[in-house]
């Protein structure tokens, strides 16, 4: 089993930055991708950016390319997002996501990832 935990969302004004964590324990070996997802009220979730644990090549979602950068810490099973010349649209409760297949697999589809985190929100405001 593993479990993942968010942390770092909180108010921010257009233009400025937040960074999000995600904390993973129990058996984090089996893991192959790692992903950050959105949901934004009324909307479904959508995949934002992915890493691949072991060559950490990473893939995002064209809203966020340039301004979002989702980086890992395999020793201390880390996974962050940071968001950068936030928009008020990149106003969404974020979860942190993983699944022990592929990302080129995996990638932007919710439904095959396995485990989920509980969210973090996050409110741009103009």
């Known amino acids: 089993q593993v479990q993942l935990v968010e942390s770092g969302g909180g108010s921010v004004q257009a233009g400025g930055s937040l960074r999000l964590s995600c904390a993973a324990s129990?058996?984090?070996?089996?893991?192959?991708?790692m992903a950050w997802f959105r949901q934004a009220p009324g909307q479904e979730r959508k995949g934002v950016a992915h890493?691949?644990?072991?060559?950490?090549?990473?893939i995002y979602h064209d809203s966020v390319q340039g301004r979002f950068t989702i980086s890992q810490d395999n020793a201390k099973n880390l996974v962050y997002l940071q968001m950068d010349n936030l928009k008020p649209e990149d106003t969404a409760v974020y979860y942190c996501a993983a699944d022990r297949r592929a990302c080129a697999y995996v990638a932007g589809n919710d439904r095959r990832f396995s485990t989920w985190g509980q969210g973090t929100q996050v409110t741009v405001s103009s």
């Open positions: 129990g058996n984090t070996d089996i893991l192959q991708c």
């Open positions: 890493i691949t644990r072991s060559t950490n090549r990473t």
